[in-house]
């Protein structure tokens, strides 16, 4: 039973922000937000993760809410390049790393 | 260095051949991973691997038969397959979480395998 709800597919413009939202309501105390994509017949490739602040590294922001019911990730200037299926995942432990269907992203020129 | 590298890149074979799928890091990553992908899914997790001895195992069935020779190798041993495990097979690895509370996955790109 898949612990994270994402939009099937979102468009995005090419060279604005991609904001990817992800909910999560039945997160516990201990379980991180990790955020991974996968760009068409690659291996998926970590992105950010975080447990109740806000996170920022190269390739994007995390963006959970104070109740860490939901999370949203930005991807501040999308490029075509961008274009993969984005996973939200929660876990705690090994066993966790489950994907559920993600959002498939497409940048448009 | 954080590369998962994964061999062979394609895989060919019929239902009564025996092959393996290799999967090394060199990250020091305690824990590892074998999952499953059919085309348009998410990956599924099959086996971990913890400190190179079996942890989880997803009900896999016994022609799937994993083995951690050494802390930076995976390989995954396959017999008599069916044409429904034709997929493209992911390995992964991790710090471990008792190394500290999080632990990001790094993946390899993967052997696409067609049984016929």
């Known amino acids: 039973d898949a612990k994270t709800t994402q939009p099937t597919s979102m468009d995005c413009a090419e060279g604005r922000a991609a904001n990817l939202p992800c909910n999560h309501s039945?997160?516990?105390?201990?379980?991180?937000v990790y955020w991974y994509r996968q760009i068409h017949s690659q291996g998926p490739q970590y992105i950010i993760h975080?447990?109740?602040n806000n996170e920022t590294n190269e390739m994007a922001s995390l963006i959970i809410t104070e109740d860490r019911k939901s999370s949203t990730l930005i991807l501040p200037h999308a490029t075509l390049r961008d274009t993969a299926v984005y996973y939200c995942i929660v876990r705690v432990s090994m066993d966790d790393m489950r994907f559920g269907a993600g959002t498939r992203l497409t940048v448009k020129p | 260095d954080t590369e998962v590298t994964q061999t062979p890149k394609h895989l060919v074979m019929g239902m009564t051949n025996k092959k393996s799928l290799k999967c090394e890091q060199h990250m020091g990553h305690r824990a590892m991973y074998w999952y499953k992908q059919k085309a348009k899914k998410p990956p599924e997790l099959m086996f971990v691997y913890s400190y190179e001895k079996l942890s989880i195992n997803e009900s896999v069935p016994s022609r799937f038969s994993p083995e951690c020779p050494n802390s930076s190798l995976l390989n995954l041993h396959l017999h008599a397959l069916q044409p429904e495990d034709s997929a493209l097979y992911l390995c992964?690895?991790?710090?471990?979480?008792?190394?500290?509370?999080?632990?990001?996955?790094?993946f390899g790109p993967g052997t696409r395998l067609t049984v016929t």
């Open positions: 975080g447990l109740k």
């Open positions: 039945t997160i516990s105390g201990n379980e991180y």
């Open positions: 992964a690895s991790s710090h471990h979480p008792w190394e500290g509370p999080t632990y990001e996955q790094y």
